[in-house]
């Protein structure tokens, strides 16, 4: 493993006015870290579907200074990723689960650039073949 593929629900946090203090930590302690681009579509979706006013912005301006920072740390869904995430979802589907589209790209993703995903949901990823690690509990 070579970094960290971070969730939807990690950048959430951190644009969040006040943050979980261990999930703050656990991206100040780790330099290598990556977004998905479905992550910056269900970040973007979720801001398109609330209403316009104060709060809308401020999330809307955090969301926008973290993608900027991260710029160059953004991965695409490659065909390779594509397929790990087909594999994913026909597993889980294999054993009695539904396993979201979004999480078996993000997933298919860390696969294939051999990182681990940073997520709160750690039972989404449960069985997947790839490393997760919960951030709230970082120490």
Do not use: C
Request: aromatic content about 8%; glycine content about 8%.
């Amino acid at each position: 493993m070579s970094g960290y593929l971070l969730d939807t629900n990690v950048v959430s946090e951190v644009v969040r006015s006040t943050p979980h203090l261990r999930v703050v930590a656990f991206l100040m302690e780790h330099d290598d870290l990556w977004l998905s681009s479905i992550v910056i579509h269900e970040l973007e979706y979720g801001l398109q579907r609330m209403a316009h006013g104060q709060r809308r912005a401020s999330l809307q301006d955090g969301l926008l200074g973290f993608i900027a920072e991260y710029e160059d740390h953004i991965l695409p869904v490659e065909r390779v990723g594509a397929e790990w995430a087909a594999r994913f979802r026909a597993q889980a589907q294999r054993s009695g689960r539904t396993l979201d589209l979004g999480d078996a790209l993000i997933a298919g993703t860390a696969k294939t650039h051999d990182l681990a995903v940073a997520t709160r949901n750690v039972r989404d990823f449960d069985s997947l073949g790839v490393t997760v690690i919960n951030p709230w509990e970082f120490s």
